[in-house]
């Protein structure tokens, strides 16, 4: 760039031109910035502000909370769109007992919310053993919903409604159910009372049912 | 020896009356010595907490536990050991730079002696659980106070003192970094520290919630920039270029390098906080300040390494410029990694992962300690008058240093990615692959094995650097050889050189004024006038502040109300110190980001109006164990005790600590009337009812401990209610529920 700046001493060697500032034996050398860390640095600057301009302002941008609000309701459609209209009567949740695709995806969520105090297999801990053939608070499918749904204060078992949707309880409730009987090895002692079976009823009919069934 | 005075000084300088001083050297030795010690504390301490996190059982009490020593390790490695590096290398290159003894030797004691008591200050009340509970800025009230006195009175007067009454007309880059490093450290202290006594110990900060996030992150980036980033570009800009005796690269990238690094690293601390309930405006301004500041960065680091030219064939045998060209090269991988992880989508990966830990240690471990060290060696010889012991000791510390530095980052990135990818992992059904979270942390086990193999290396190098400045200090002469310099005082009468002619052959008159302004001769003007200096040097940190700090203040839209949203009662706030001070933020974070992995997991995401009684926000920044911002009423009384008392009991292969001591320990009830005080000062409504906030409290415990005893269906149970543990179950069980009740009538016609 500078062939012979007038504020170097004049002398230098072959990595630049000296300036004539010495600071404790440091001397500097005239050297030019860089031409590539120029550009990047220019280009982050230009980068930036249309980023802002793009992202905030323009029609093409999004918000992060719509785009999570479109996450969650497309996972909803994929997963729980034929399940619209059930409501938590013991034969609704009975006929979903058997289903494979929400009873595999009610047991991930089991071991996320439920395992802390009822273990991942239902064996029981702080919570009782869900796994036997006696109850504490339920004698139906449809009681298990409303404890889920609203808890057991004095028993310590929160309220999930807050937390889950009504068909996720009503799968919850179909979940639970199911694991009645299972008698996992190492389960807590038996609390509470033996109730009648759960009625038996045909397995609800899905299209996603077909359509797995060909895949 | 390169560092005695030349005589051709005087011919440069303004000719005024020749002058004789002494540089103060034995200030420079005490530093450094305290350098060493507390870098022993900060890596022992370091090596202890990683090996707690292998190994649980090693959680000892409640002074020993990893929610108490982690601040510890951090306060001791940045404030001590880096510290104290930094003053080291202040005072012994600036009174070489000045050509001056330090303005006065009673400051330099008073700051070295003071900087010292606030460091075993910290080391006596973190451990004690006696904290802020902000990161990084742990200490209480009057600690907070005496930093502010060392740091900006004592040091800040013996500096600028110093550049006043130099003899040396232009001031060189180290000293901008200097100035800069002192000017925004006090700033930011200050600001971020001030907080409303409730007790000799205890206060809470002016700012809640989302705007103490916002503070608190301001301060936590631009502590790393201005206490771990601008004050080592001075050390490097002084030391590397004497150790190699070669030029300065390019002055103009100084300029350039430095005014953009000390504008822009102002603006980027939102990108901690991205997906938060920090206003996106707040993400968006770190994420772009960050990626500008790639660049300006790297300005050092080229400085750094361009400056080897023509002395890379010393590298291979002079272990000083060993230590300078590794640490330069991970200054330029962290500071290349930095602007990364502040993009969304990385950072949406990263956040809260030992991604960050990994980061974070490049920086300290690679750049801030082999810096350190380089300097140390450097400085070994000179201070004490004699060789360096052995040359080959501080080749192997160096090769010990690195191995273990490698050996630290490459399995805590590995940890941090592997956590991060699992926690938004999603199976066919789209429920969680990895539903429990500590499946997520029992993986990370091998890689936290070779973390503590990769520390105890880098402990085991400081004890050969240890052998080494004790045996080269035994070699000492029996008295330091105190050499007198001379030069010319400065003259008032001095007339800057001409501007240069514009080097463009055919432009417009603005072209040619252009060119020549981009020649810097201005620039050259100010670095002979210090306190102007600083003055622009303020003007930037601050006017870069102002732009981000008032909008978050003044734009009521950046937290909208709740109406639901009520302040803590007094059993709450106190359970909430006993959060804070057993360091639970350490490792839970109480912030849900809006990503499907993470409502799934915890709960609805969070919302900025859900803080706004937070003094201070938890909102962490590492989840060694799960978020608890909905943990309220997520679990039973009697499940919180049992967890609290023996973790692995309830969740098998946890890591957390036990907590079953605060079944005995007893809560201060009466003490909780300053608390409640305090908060009303703070704007907190807590109504008329407030001044029998001790009864309220025992009526709650009472309440909560007879619920526990049902719960277990163990009656005596119920007599726990005067203790720690009930009060620390009354606050988790109201973290986060608020916002599904339903509002107050009062709240009514709003909106």
């Known amino acids: ?42 280009g982050a600057v230009l980068f930036a502000f249309p980023y802002a301009v793009f992202f905030h302002w323009s029609p093409m941008g999004w918000s992060i909370h719509e785009a999570y609000d479109a996450e969650v309701a497309a996972h909803t459609k994929k997963m729980f769109g034929e399940l619209t209209d059930i409501s938590p009567n013991d034969e609704t949740i009975a006929s979903l007992m058997g289903n ?7 047991q991930g969520t089991f071991a996320t919310k439920c395992a802390s105090c009822h273990l991942a297999s239902g064996g029981g801990m702080v919570g009782p053993n869900l796994t036997d053939d006696v109850y504490k608070n339920v004698k139906s499918l449809a009681e298990i919903y409303t404890v889920i749904d609203q808890g057991v ?22 979940y639970v159910g199911s694991l009645r009987g299972e008698n996992v090895a190492g389960g807590k002692g038996p609390e509470g009372d033996a109730i009648a079976p759960w009625p038996v009823v045909a397995p609800m009919k899905l299209e996603s049912d077909n359509a797995e069934a060909t895949s | 020896m390169s560092d005695s005075i030349e005589p051709t000084a005087t011919t440069t300088s303004g000719g005024g009356q020749m002058e004789s001083f002494v540089y103060d050297d034995k200030i420079v030795r005490m530093f450094m010595l305290a350098t060493f010690i507390w870098g022993v504390v900060a890596f022992l301490v370091g090596v202890i907490v990683a090996a707690q996190l292998a190994f649980p059982q090693l959680n000892i009490g409640p002074w020993l536990s990893f929610g108490r020593l982690r601040p510890l390790h951090t306060n001791a490695a940045i404030f001590a050991f880096a510290g104290n590096g930094v003053f080291t290398a202040v005072y012994y290159s600036t009174q070489r730079l000045c050509k001056a003894r330090m303005f006065s030797d009673l400051l330099s004691k008073l700051h070295f002696w003071g900087w010292q008591l606030i460091i075993v200050a910290a080391a006596l009340t973190i451990p004690l659980g006696i904290t802020t509970g902000k990161e990084y800025a742990e200490l209480e009230w009057p600690i907070d106070i005496a930093i502010a006195v060392v740091w900006a009175g004592f040091f800040g007067i013996n500096f600028i003192g110093t550049l006043i009454k130099r003899r040396e007309r232009h001031m060189y880059v180290a000293l901008w970094f200097y ?6 450290v006090s700033v930011l202290h200050i600001f971020n520290s001030l907080a409303i006594p409730a007790s000799f110990l205890k206060s809470y900060p002016v700012y809640a919630g989302v705007q103490d996030a916002f503070i608190q992150w301001w301060y936590g980036h631009n502590a790393v920039a201005f206490f771990l980033t601008t004050p080592f570009l001075g050390l490097m800009y002084y030391f590397l270029p004497k150790a190699a005796n070669r030029p300065v690269f390019s002055y103009r ?16 601390g939102p990108h901690h906080l991205h997906y938060t309930a920090l206003p996106v405006w707040a993400s968006t301004l770190g994420m772009l300040f960050s990626v500008m500041l790639w660049m300006p960065s790297w300005g050092g680091m080229i400085n750094g390494l361009m400056t080897l030219r023509g002395a890379w064939n010393k590298v291979t045998t002079d272990p000083v410029l060993k230590f300078f060209v590794v640490g330069v090269t991970f200054y330029g991988m962290s500071t290349f990694e930095g602007p990364l992880l502040s993009v969304k989508t990385v950072n949406a990966l990263s956040h809260y992962t030992d991604w960050t830990i990994a980061h974070v240690h490049a920086g300290t471990l690679g750049w801030n300690g082999f810096m350190i060290f380089g300097m140390m060696y450097w400085l070994l010889p000179r201070l004490f008058q004699t060789p360096l012991y052995s040359v080959k000791l501080a080749t192997t510390h160096f090769w010990i240093g690195t191995i273990g530095i490698l050996l630290y980052v490459m399995s805590i990135y590995t940890a941090g990615i592997t956590q991060g990818l699992m926690w938004r992992a999603f199976d066919q059904n789209g429920t969680l692959a990895y539903p429990d979270f500590v499946e997520t942390t029992l993986r990370l086990m091998p890689m936290y094995w070779i973390r503590i193999i990769g520390g105890t290396l880098y402990l085991g190098g400081m004890a050969l650097l240890g052998w080494n400045f004790f045996m080269t200090w035994k070699n000492r002469p029996s008295k330091y050889d105190e050499p007198v310099n001379q030069a010319p005082a400065l003259t008032k009468d001095y007339t800057d050189p001409q501007n240069p002619p514009s080097r463009l052959s055919a432009n417009t008159d603005l072209g040619h004024k252009g060119d020549v302004w981009l020649r810097g001769n201005w620039h050259r003007r100010w670095e002979r006038l210090p306190v102007r200096f600083t003055v622009w040097v303020v003007i930037a940190v601050v006017t870069a502040s102002l732009f981000e700090a008032i909008p978050m203040f003044l734009i009521r839209s950046n937290v909208p109300t709740i109406a639901s949203v009520m302040p803590y009662t007094p059993l709450e706030l106190e359970g909430r110190d006993i959060y804070i001070a057993e360091g639970c933020y350490n490792c839970h974070s109480q912030m849900i980001r809006p990503m499907r992995a993470e409502t799934v997991r915890y709960g609805e995401y969070s919302k900025p109006g859900e803080f706004v009684y937070d003094h201070p926000f938890q909102w962490g920044s590492r989840r060694i164990g799960p978020d608890l911002a909905r943990v309220g009423g997520k679990y039973s009384h009697q499940w919180h005790y049992e967890h609290l008392k023996n973790p692995p009991f309830l969740i098998e292969g946890s890591i957390m600590p036990k907590y079953g001591w605060m079944e005995t320990s007893k809560v201060d009830f009466e003490g909780i009337q300053a608390k409640i005080n305090a908060m009303l000062m703070l704007g907190v409504p807590y109504g008329a009812e407030i001044d029998t906030a001790p009864e309220i409290a025992r009526e709650q415990a009472k309440l909560i401990a007879s619920e526990l005893a049902v719960q277990a269906n163990d009656p005596p149970l119920a007599e726990i209610w005067d203790t720690k543990m009930i009060a620390l ?16 009538e009062e709240a009514e016609g709003e909106e």
């Open chain 2, 253 to 268: 990238l100084s300029i350039i390098h430095f005014w953009s690094l000390v504008f822009i690293y102002i603006w980027a």
């Open chain 1, 100 to 106: 494979e695709k929400f009873m595999s995806a009610m």
């Open chain 1, 153 to 174: 204060t004095a028993a310590g078992m929160p309220a999930w409604g807050r937390q889950l949707s009504d068909i996720e309880i009503i799968l919850m409730s179909a």
């Open chain 1, 1 to 42: 760039m500078s062939e012979q700046p007038s504020n170097t001493n004049g002398s230098g060697d072959a990595y630049g031109d000296l300036l004539d500032h010495e600071y404790d034996g440091i001397h500097e050398y005239d050297n030019p910035t860089p031409g590539w860390w120029h550009l990047i640095f220019i």
């Open chain 2, 179 to 184: 100035i800069a490093s002192l000017v925004a």
């Open chain 2, 729 to 744: 179950i009354a606050y988790l069980q109201r973290v986060g529920v608020d916002i599904g009740n339903p509002a107050p």
